[in-house]
Nanobody
Framework: QVQLVESGGGLVQAGGSLRLSCAAS????????MGWFRQAPGKEREFVAV?????????YYADSVKGRFTISTDNAKNSVYLQMISLRSEDTAVYYC?????????????????WGQGTQVTVSS
């Protein structure tokens, strides 16, 4: 089992920045990749970014956030982060951290095995 706890969400004005954190515990050694998803009201949960658990430059982003969001890890702290800049109203959503023990580059929900409870990000225009 892997437990994930997100933090760092909040209310920010358009153009502002936020940094989300996800703390992992439990059998983290079994994790291949960590990802972020988001779900806006009335919409399906969508992929945002993924990083190999080894970190480094092995990342992949949704086109909608490329160049604005950066995913990173701190393996010593068993944590993954999502730095968000130039936020837009359409970035408003609940953001979820997820862990995959089966895929190196998971980009769909069914490729992930564990999920956090989510953290709300609201961007005011």
């Amino acid at each position: 089992q892997v437990q994930l706890v997100e933090s760092g969400g909040g209310l920010v004005q358009a153009g502002g920045s936020l940094r989300l954190s996800c703390a992992a515990s439990g059998r983290t050694f079994s994790t291949y990749a960590m990802g972020w998803f988001r779900q806006a009201p009335g919409k399906e949960r969508e992929f945002v970014a993924v990083i190999n658990w080894s970190g480094g430059s092995n990342t992949y982003y949704a086109d909608s956030v490329k160049g604005r969001f950066t995913i990173s890890t701190d393996n010593a702290k068993n944590s993954v982060y999502l730095q968000m800049i130039s936020l837009r109203s359409e970035d408003t959503a609940v953001y979820y951290c997820a862990a995959s023990t089966r895929f190196l580059w998971p980009a769909t929900m069914n490729q992930y095995d564990y999920w956090g409870q989510g953290t709300q990000v609201t961007v005011s225009s």
